[in-house]
C-alpha cells in the first residue's frame, strides 16, 4: 500500500472500517464453527457410511494437516493477491467444500468436501489477522483482536452443542446445508464492501521451501495425530518416520529461509523480543487448553461417571465466558497495557492446573467447573493481548509473517497436545494396573483413569508455571518504523 496522509486506514475519515469487519468476521465464525461442528457427528458417520473409528478420524486429523501445510504460506500468498482476491476466493473454495460435503454420497467425497473446507478456514484467519494490523494503529488493535477473539473461542465452543441439535432433529448433511447460506451472505457482503489494503509485492516462490514446509508441518502433524488417536504410538515405526522427517524438514527449513532475500516465511521474526515471549506463551495456552479439552471429559465421563452431555455442558460455561469476555480483555489491553493482564492470569492459570493436579473420584462439580472457568478466563486474559502485543512489535512487512507463524502453530501445537496428553494418560494408566491386586476391577480401572489425570495436570502445571515466569518479562511493543531503518538494526534499538 502506497503511502499517504493516513498511515492507518482507520484514522481516514473517508475509509469504512465497519463493513470491512463484518466481512471478515461473519466468514471466519461460520470456518472456525466447522472445526468442531463435526466432532459429535463422527459416531454418526460412521454408522451412516459404515466405516471404522480410524477412518472416520480422518475428518478430524485431515482438517489439521490441511491447515498445518497451507497456514504456513499464507505469508506468500497475502503478499501476492489481493485482500479481496484472498478472501473470497477463499470463501468460495470454503463454499464448495461445504456443498460438496452436503451432497455427498460416500465417505471419500465427503472427507474431499471437508478438507477443502480446511483450506478455507486455514488461510481465513492469516488475513483476518493481517487486514486488522494493516488498518488499524497499535493503540486500538486489543479491542479489534478482542473481537477476532470471540468469534475464534464463540464459534467452537457452541459447535458440539448446535451440532447434537442438528443430528438429532434434522440429519447430519445439515451440518453442512445449514452453514451455506451464511457462507455465501459472506461473500455477497465482501464483493460489494470489502478493500484492499496492504501491498501486492508478489514475492518469489522457492519451490524447495515449499515442500520443506510440507514436509515438515504436515509431518509434524501427521505424525502426532497417529499418535494421538490411539491407534499407535510413538514407537510405532511409521509415526516415527514422520515426525522424524517433519523436524528435520523444519530445520532444514528454517535454514533456507534465513539465507533468502524473500523468505516464504521470514523467521527473523523471532528477533523481536515480545513477539517471541508471545509465541511461547500461545503455545503453552494451547498445551493447557487441550489438556483440559481431551483430559477432562475422560475424567468426568470415567471416575465421575457422568454422560458426555453433562460432561459437554459442565465445559460450555468456562468456554462461553473466554468468548464473551475476549473483546473486554482486548479494550483493557489498549488502556492498560499487557502487564497488568498476563501476569495475573497466568499465576492463576497456574494454580488451577495445580488443583486439577490433585484431583480425585470425589471431586465436586463445582470444582470442575470452577477450575474450567478460571482456565478459559485466563486464557481470554493472556492469548489475544499477548498476540496483539507480539505482532505490535513487529514492522509492516513482516506483519504476514508473524500472523503466519502464529497461526501455523495452532493445529501443530494441537496434534502435538493431544499425542501428549494421551500418551501420559495412558502410560501413567497401564503402570498404575500394572501394580494393582485386581486390574479388571471397575474400581482399578476408575483409580487408574484419576491417576493419569493427576499426572497429566501435574505436567501441565510445570509447564504454565514455565509460562507464568515468561510473562514476567513482558512490556506493551513498541512498533518499529521500519522506514527510517532496517529490521535487524531496528531490533537492537527496542526498549
Known amino acids: 500500500m502506497s503511502e499517504s496522509k493516513y498511515e492507518f486506514l482507520a484514522d481516514d475519515p473517508n475509509f469504512k472500517v465497519k463493513p470491512i469487519m463484518f466481512s471478515l468476521i461473519i466468514g471466519a465464525f461460520f470456518a472456525i464453527l466447522n472445526e468442531t461442528l463435526l466432532n459429535i457427528a463422527l459416531t454418526t458417520l460412521m454408522g451412516v457410511f459404515d466405516i471404522p473409528a480410524p477412518v472416520v478420524q480422518w475428518m478430524v486429523t485431515g482438517f489439521m494437516l490441511v491447515m498445518g501445510i497451507l497456514i504456513p504460506i499464507s505469508a506468500l500468498l497475502l503478499q501476492t493477491f489481493t485482500t479481496r482476491q484472498m478472501f473470497i476466493g477463499t470463501m468460495t473454495v470454503f463454499t464448495i467444500g461445504t ?11 465427503l472427507l474431499a468436501g471437508r478438507l477443502l473446507q480446511a483450506v478455507g478456514t486455514g488461510l481465513l484467519i492469516p ?8 488498518i488499524f494503529p497499535p493503540e486500538r488493535r486489543g479491542g479489534v483482536m478482542g473481537m477476532v477473539g470471540l468469534v475464534i473461542m464463540f464459534a467452537p465452543a457452541i459447535g458440539p452443542t448446535l451440532s447434537g441439535i442438528i443430528v438429532e432433529n434434522l440429519g447430519w448433511r445439515y451440518l453442512f446445508i445449514s452453514v451455506i447460506p451464511f457462507a455465501l451472505f459472506s461473500i455477497a457482503f465482501g464483493w ?19 515442500a520443506l514446509s510440507t514436509i515438515g508441518f504436515g509431518g509434524i502433524v501427521l505424525g502426532f495425530s497417529l499418535a494421538g488417536e490411539g491407534e499407535s504410538s ?19 527449513f528454517t535454514i533456507r529461509q534465513l539465507r533468502l532475500d524473500e523468505p516464504l516465511l521470514d523467521v527473523r521474526v523471532f528477533k523481536f523480543p515480545m513477539y517471541s515471549i508471545a509465541v511461547v506463551l500461545f503455545i503453552i495456552l494451547m498445551i493447557a487448553m487441550f489438556s483440559s479439552e481431551i483430559i477432562l471429559p475422560m475424567f468426568m465421563q470415567g471416575p465421575l461417571e457422568l454422560t458426555p452431555e453433562t ?86 512487512k513482516l506483519y504476514p509473517h508473524g500472523t503466519a507463524i502464529m497461526n501455523t502453530l495452532q493445529p501443530v501445537a494441537g496434534a502435538v497436545g493431544v499425542a501428549v496428553f494421551i500418551s501420559l494418560l495412558t502410560n501413567r494408566q497401564q503402570t498404575y494396573l500394572s501394580q494393582a491386586s485386581n486390574p479388571e476391577s471397575a474400581s482399578a480401572m476408575s483409580q487408574a483413569t484419576v491417576a493419569g489425570v493427576e499426572f497429566v495436570y501435574f505436567v501441565a502445571f510445570g509447564i504454565t508455571a514455565i509460562g507464568f515466569l515468561v510473562s514476567l518479562f513482558i512490556k506493551r511493543a513498541t512498533p518499529v518504523k521500519e522506514e527510517s531503518q532496517e529490521v535487524s538494526d531496528s531490533v537492537q534499538t527496542q526498549s
Open 192 to 210: 460489494k464492501y470489502l478493500r484492499n489494503v496492504g501491498e501486492v509485492t508478489k514475492p518469489k516462490v522457492d519451490i524447495l521451501s515449499i
Open 127 to 134: 488475513i483476518i489477522f493481517n487486514t486488522f494490523l494493516l
Open 311 to 396: 460432561a459437554g455442558l459442565i465445559l460450555l460455561p468456562g468456554a462461553l465466558l473466554n468468548g464473551l469476555l475476549s473483546p473486554v480483555m482486548g479494550k483493557l489491553f489498549d488502556k492498560f497495557g499487557p502487564r497488568v493482564m498476563i501476569i495475573p492470569a497466568a499465576g492463576i492459570l497456574t494454580t488451577t492446573m495445580f488443583t486439577l493436579s490433585q484431583a480425585s473420584a470425589e471431586t465436586p462439580i463445582w470444582q470442575i467447573i470452577v477450575s474450567y472457568m478460571c482456565i478459559m478466563l485466563s486464557i481470554s486474559a493472556i492469548m489475544m493481548p499477548a498476540q496483539t502485543n507480539g505482532l505490535n512489535e513487529l514492522p509492516k
Open 234 to 252: 510413538f514407537l510405532d515405526p511409521g509415526v516415527l518416520t514422520l515426525i522424524i522427517a517433519g523436524v528435520l524438514s523444519l530445520i532444514a
Open 99 to 109: 456443498t460438496i460435503s452436503a451432497l455427498a454420497p460416500n465417505f471419500g467425497v
